[in-house]
Every structure is written in C-alpha cells, then in structure tokens.
C-alpha cells in the first residue's frame, strides 16, 4: 500500500509563473489536507479537502492560490503567479476520516523556489 | 486560539544518552496534542498523541511524552537515543471539536536533534 505521494519533488519557477503540486493520498482515504513550511518555521494549515468539496480553507491566501481534490485523480494545489514569498516546502497529508483519534499520514513533500 | 513553541531549535547529544525535547503550548481551550518526526527527505510521522486518560503517553521507537496542564508542556523524552534518531521534532497541537477537521494542526517550528556516536 503506497503511502501518500507528492510530485514533483522540487518544483523550480520564475516570478508570475503557475505552480502545480500534486498530491496522491493513501489508497482509500478520502480527506487531504495541505499545509506551507516556510524556512525555519512550523508547518502551516493551507486547506482541507473532501473529495470534490472543500471543506476548511481557512489557511489559505485569498489570492493566487487554489485547491481542488476530484472525484477522480490526485489532489491539486495550484499557485498562480508565483513570487518569492511563495517558496516553501508544501505538504499534503490525507486520512480515512475525519475524526479526532484518525490519524494523518504525510507525503514527502514537494519544495517550491521561486526565482 | 492555539500556539505552540519549541524552545530549542537544535539539541545536538551523544548516542545512548537520555533526551528531553521541549514543548510548551498555549490556549484558551483543552487540546490534544501531537509529536510528528520527520527524517530527511521525508514526511512527518506521528509519533505519539496525547488525546485524553493518562498523561503519559508512550510512542513508536521508544519515546514518550508527559501531558502537564498545569505548565502547558507537552515534552518528549527518550531514555537512550540512538544514532537513527537524527531528525527534526515537531509538537502540535489541535483543538477538539474543530467542526470536524482534525487535520488543523498547529505546529511549533520544530526541534532538530542529532545524534552523535
């Protein structure tokens, strides 16, 4: 059972490029969530997603960046126009379920430099 | 609202000596509380969780972390490390009853510990 996967590993784009992060979760969980590592800091909430439906977005910037997780395929965190703040280590874990004793299993991770 | 802080943000200690990673939270509500460790190049694993009962609580690879209510410290502690416990630290910290998503974490910025034989 492959664990949660995250591609690309190291995404490289200049300022007012698009990002796309990808994240693929465990096999027979329906919950992702993403979170931002900024340097020397804590993981940060982004969103968290059902399938098809977001359901918490209270950690996500108001502009530029997006999510969506379909009925089909991986979850998607997109960033548009990127600038330099925007380099981070961004995180995607997924669960079962939602509730308090389920547990988060993380991928690896996909590290973001903006140029 | 929650937070979280990790007083050290690197222990550096010999193999086979005990360690005490600290970390000390705020809120205005009860919390659970979380240790996840991440090795290089990899994703955060959960180590332990304090949810409710004891406040001791045991975790995976011989680490165990005491829940303090009166302090707000959720510290963790192993009595012997080893070599393949080089990683980095993070303690979280979520509130009950988040409207159902569990997954609102709140992380502190994490402590790395290497291990030196």
């Known amino acids: 059972n492959a664990g949660v996967m995250q591609n690309p590993r190291h995404l490289v784009r200049r300022r007012g490029q698009e990002a796309r992060l990808r994240c693929s979760p465990m096999k027979g969980h329906s919950h992702v969530y993403w979170y931002r590592q900024l340097p020397e800091e804590g993981l940060k909430f982004m969103v968290y997603?059902?399938?098809?439906?977001?359901?918490?977005e209270s950690g996500m910037p108001k502009e530029r960046f997006s999510a969506e997780f379909p009925k089909e395929g991986p979850s998607i965190l997109r960033i548009q126009q990127v600038v330099r703040g925007d380099s981070a280590a961004y995180f995607c874990?997924?669960?079962?379920?939602?509730?308090?004793?389920?547990?988060?299993?993380f991928g690896s991770g996909t590290q973001l430099s903006v140029l | 609202a929650q937070s979280v802080t990790q007083l050290d943000s690197q222990v550096p200690v010999f193999e086979e000596a005990p360690v005490e990673l600290r970390c000390n939270y705020s809120?205005?509500?009860?919390?659970?509380l979380f240790w996840y460790v991440q090795y290089p190049n990899q994703g955060l694993q959960l180590l332990l969780k304090?949810?409710?009962?004891?406040?001791l609580v045991k975790g995976i690879n011989g680490f165990e972390a005491e829940f303090n209510k009166s302090q707000t410290s959720f510290h963790l502690r192993k009595p012997s490390v080893h070599i393949s416990d080089t990683a980095e630290y993070f303690c979280?910290?979520?509130?009950?009853?988040?409207?159902?998503?569990?997954?609102?974490?709140?992380f502190g910025k994490g402590t790395k510990l290497s291990v030196k034989p």
């Open positions: 979280a910290v979520r509130a009950p009853n988040y409207g159902g998503s569990q997954g609102n974490l709140i």
């Open positions: 304090y949810l409710s009962g004891s406040t």
């Open positions: 874990a997924s669960s079962p379920g939602s509730g308090s004793n389920e547990k988060l299993f």
């Open positions: 809120s205005s509500v009860s919390v659970y």
């Open positions: 997603l059902q399938k098809e439906n977001i359901i918490d």
